[in-house]
């Protein structure tokens, strides 16, 4: 490998390593308020994960995340970035290593998106050839085009405006990110692709986040560790979403995460992490015994016509085995057919829509992998929670 | 006071009929402009140093009192009182104090528009939104920055309309300001108040320095301010 050319490094800084973050009995209790906004809050958030802080409204979840960067400051207690005390940090200059992005987003409105990105930079001196690469960096990086950096936010959409802010936090890419409700101003389909292509960001930068919401499928989807908070900003529980879902650690927790819990579960997993069964694959006018025999080694009572590219033909009938080849005799459709990238959660939708038990999985070219039952779903709930992506790994 | 009023001979009545009989006459204003030159340029004097020591007063007054809440009532108050101040009754409480001329004008200008300016750059700092406050803090600006990179900056248009409601309304103002001995239009007009050439001249050339002025301070809002006019 030859050495980095410096030129060509001058622009983006090194990545400086994601920061770990610990809440040490936490307490912020508003003057002239005898119940504390956030009581002896405690966690650690490792290394670039996403914590999500997640709860009803009035539950000191934006309050716990504001103590971070002394935006609101810690009545009892501590908060620890990379071991070192908040409390003893300048305000400004501990916010200028510390992305931050809110609902509303807060773009300057007089300034282009260019100068809003290049805020905390301008504040830390850099020089303008650096402002100048890492703005163009960062607006790739958010899937915005390059001309959009001369434009003053008024005329972009919410999404636009939305990427501009997650750009602007990113700046001088701080060791962590705080964000609060950074998507909850924006219509539910953007919001879903916004949610994915920050997930897609994360798990290229890998930032240590602290992301607030107070939609609870939000924070199953983005979190690495959930922290659920109730009201007086007690910490209900703080687990992988998995857990989370599996194993509620009370009352509070359960009903806050849904009846539907075991379905939220699923969709943590794709059809790909679990272990199909091997299906019954015969071809029309190949020897009934050897159907028979590939019927009886399988967990799948039917057999599954294919044809000569693998692509499902769909389930055979006793009828069809009766004679001395296989004949094109069908029980139902190969329907319905699972991708292997589908959500548990989707493909069990699929098959109760379908009134099936078992439905065919294929890969990308169509052809058959493996078939998936309502059995294994339900094995699937079982998985232990540590062997369940999360977050940016779940993507 | 009689001395203030009497009436100063501008013009031959013998020679045209027109001039003769107070007429609008086109021919005695264009031979006669030369005498409205130094009053203008004395109006646009009193106009625009009322202006701005008015502006430096009350802007000051304004960010010390967007930090301090508690100042905004005694300053509105203050200004208040001396905005209700008719200006004729204030050259005259002053000329005891200040004598005649200029300074006593000034006095007078300034602390009326003192309210308005104060009003307009305290209500612009008031209306920058709470989020772009709250984003600019969270991304580590100090109050300093705060304040000089983002709520001035966002306060313009209406610090702006602030100046100009403040400069036509001193233009009309200042037509008084001879009453205090500072000459300018005014003493222009009411030097042959019956002569309609004269009034029309006189208090036209007021008119067109208040559009004059307002104009300008409009293009300078434009120059100042190029974001708010961006729309999708």
Known sequence: ?395 | MIELLAQVEIRDRSADSCVGDNGFCPDWIVDNFDRYVDPLAEHVLLTVVAVAIGFAISFTLALVAYRRRWLIAPVTQVTGVLYTVPSIAAFFLLLPITGRGFTTAEIALVSYVLLIIFRNVLAGLDNVPAETKDAGRGMGLTARQLLWRVEVPLALPEIMAGLRIAATTTVGLATLAFFAGAGGLGEQIFADITFKSNVVVAGGLAIVLAAALDALILLAQRLVTPWAGAHR
């Not at chain 1, 999404?159 to 990110?177: E, N, W």
């Not at chain 1, 071809?283 to 019927?295: F, H, M």
Request: aromatic share 4%; glycine share 8%.
């Open chain 1, 1 to 395: 490998m030859s050495p980095p050319d410096p030129a060509q490094h001058q622009g983006p800084s090194p990545r400086p390593a994601a920061a770990t973050l610990e809440f040490r009995e936490a307490t912020k209790v508003y003057p002239g308020q005898a119940e504390p906004a956030v009581e002896r809050l405690s966690l650690t958030v490792p290394s670039g994960d996403v914590c999500v802080l997640v709860g009803p409204s009035g539950c000191g979840k934006t309050t716990a995340m504001r103590m971070v960067n002394r935006m609101i400051d810690i009545t009892d207690g501590d908060i620890l970035l990379d071991g070192a005390s908040v409390r003893e940090r300048r305000p400004a200059e501990l916010r200028r290593q510390i992305g931050y992005a809110i609902q509303q987003i807060g773009l300057f409105p007089h300034l282009s998106v260019g100068d809003n990105i290049a805020t905390v930079p301008r504040l830390l001196g850099w020089d303008s050839a650096r402002i100048r690469a890492r703005v163009e960096e960062l607006l790739r990086l958010v899937s915005l085009d390059p001309d959009t950096r001369d434009r003053y936010p008024a005329q972009l959409s919410g999404g636009q405006r939305q990427r501009v802010g997650v750009a602007r936090a990113l700046a001088v890419d701080p060791p962590l990110m705080l964000m609060d409700e950074p998507f909850g101003a924006i219509d539910p389909i953007n919001r879903e692709r916004l949610q994915n292509e920050f997930l897609r960001l994360q798990r290229e930068i890998r930032k240590t986040v602290v992301f607030v919401t107070h939609d609870i499928d939000e924070a199953i989807k983005m979190g690495d560790r959930i922290a659920v908070l109730q009201r007086g900003g007690k910490l209900a529980q703080y687990a992988s979403p998995a857990e989370l879902l599996m194993f509620p650690a009370s009352r509070f927790v359960e009903d806050f995460v849904g009846a539907d819990r075991a379905l939220k579960r699923l969709a943590l997993q794709r059809v790909r992490d679990v272990d199909l069964w091997k299906a019954p694959l015969v071809r029309i006018g190949e020897p009934v015994a050897e159907a028979r025999a590939k019927l009886s080694e399988s967990e799948v009572p039917y057999p599954l016509a294919i044809d000569a590219d693998a692509r499902p033909l769909g389930w055979l009938s006793e009828k069809g085995l009766t004679g001395e080849r296989v004949e094109p005799e069908y029980r139902s459709s190969a329907r319905p057919l699972l991708d292997l990238d589908d959500v548990l959660r989707d493909a069990l939708s699929d098959l109760l829509a379908e009134e099936a038990q078992y439905g065919a999985v294929v890969d990308a070219q169509g052809g058959v992998v493996g078939v998936l039952s309502i059995e294994i779903l339900g094995h699937a709930l079982r998985t232990d929670p540590e062997e369940v992506p999360s977050g940016a790994d779940a993507l």
